[in-house]
């Protein structure tokens, strides 16, 4: 679920696709009581960001498989912003024309 509706809907006014991608074990850290240590606050159970790198990569393949699109911004919120930037420091930007980090946690 896209937890910002009036971005989705600004986006949708603008004529502009918004896929979501939403990871494994979003609200696992809750259920089992991983606050005490930050690096699995968000949602990555190994701490390494990396474990998404796959996730990421299927996303981009069924964005490009839905359409012929001219640019893909990436767009992340939160514990989304180290996810992608992990991505994007082990694969380089050139699958995206740019990229918007809504209040990025980048700091342990």
């Known amino acids: ?12 006014e603008l004529g502009i696709d918004l896929y979501v991608l939403n990871y494994r074990r979003v609200g696992e ?13 968000s949602h990555c159970s190994s701490g390494d960001f990396a474990e998404y790198h ?29 996810v992608l930037l992990d991505y994007l420091m082990a694969h380089g930007d050139s699958e995206f024309s740019g990229f918007v980090f809504n209040s990025p946690f ?3």
């Open 1 to 12: 679920a896209f937890f910002h509706p009036h971005v989705g809907s600004l986006l949708a």
């Open 29 to 41: 850290c809750r259920r089992f009581n991983l606050f005490d240590n930050p690096m699995r606050n």
């Open 54 to 82: 796959a996730d990421v990569r299927q996303a981009l393949e069924f964005v490009r498989s839905q359409d012929n699109y001219g640019q893909i911004i990436g767009y992340s919120h939160s514990t989304g912003s180290p």
């Open 106 to 108: 980048l700091d342990w």
